[in-house]
């Protein structure tokens, strides 16, 4: 065992600045308002992870969902919005009901009340839809504002830059600071914010080599369209994909929870909608 003397926290920072513990604090929030000492952390009982959908949409939290155009992005994000307003299960995940509000410029609205319908939606069920534009407000201040008003567990972005309107894509610094002011909206208000958005196309002809060997590889996180900060800002992300007429879903990119691993889905013709395959 080593006898080198272990340095309290108190004579560090008496030691570095001539301050007390309490006055040394006062002065880095100045700077780092949310600065805290380990043992504040350690022993705050409130800091828990709590999941919208178990394992895969923390609330307070971010989630993409990406694939290649025509793949099934929507169809996929109006399945999970339906099942937080039943508070049914979801490819065996628990799910806790609570009020969607879903925005869509992109799918024709008879379209979406169609899909609605055959999967099951009842009239009464907690889902709010913007059916078009957002006028008189930015992004951020119309996220604040459906937060205030409604208080959502989840709220669908569909499509990202559709709704998230910006000439600047591409530029890391930009879309991370945009994005982190949404999430510290959602965080305070402990809903979930799902941004539903674009893969680049790629690969070519050329198979990869696990769909070469009869398998399938999940879409790398390079092919997200825009800057890699998009990517970098959400705790889970959820990509579909597809191989002939089949549809592979994974979240393996996520920062936490039980993790979804390039499984296979099938479409229930009938409800229009994807069944995890758990044979």
Known sequence: MSNKKIVSLEELTEGA????????????????????????????????????VDGLLLRGGSSLVVAEPKTGKSVLARQIAL??????????????????????????PALIKEHMKNMGVKEDDSIMWSLGRITGLK??????????????????????????????????????????QVTEIVRNYKSHIM??????????????????MGGHQ??????????????????SIITLSRSGDSRFIDSSYSRCGRKLDNELLFWDIKKGCYVLNDI
Not at 22 to 35: G, Q, S, V, Y
Not at 87 to 96: A, L, T, W, Y
Not at 158 to 176: L, P
């Open 17 to 52: 600045a001539g301050e007390t513990k309490e006055t040394l604090m006062e002065e880095i929030r100045k700077h780092f308002p949310d600065a805290v000492m380990n043992k504040a952390l350690m022993q705050n009982k409130t800091l828990t992870l709590s999941w919208l």
């Open 83 to 108: 099942a937080v307003s039943q508070g049914q299960d979801i490819f065996n995940r628990e799910v806790k009901r609570g009020l969607v509000f879903y925005i869509s410029v992109e799918d024709h």
């Open 139 to 180: 992004f951020k201040e119309a996220i604040e504002f459906i937060c205030k008003k409604v208080r959502p567990s989840l709220i669908v972005i569909d499509t990202m830059f559709k709704v998230f309107k910006t000439n600047d894509i591409n530029d890391y610094n930009t879309m991370i600071e945009s994005l982190q």
């Open 195 to 212: 941004y539903i958005h674009h893969l680049n196309k790629g690969g070519g002809k050329t198979k990869q080599f696990g769909e070469v």
């Open 218 to 235: 999940a879409p790398s996180l390079s092919r997200v369209m825009g800057s890699m900060g998009i990517a970098g800002e959400m705790d």
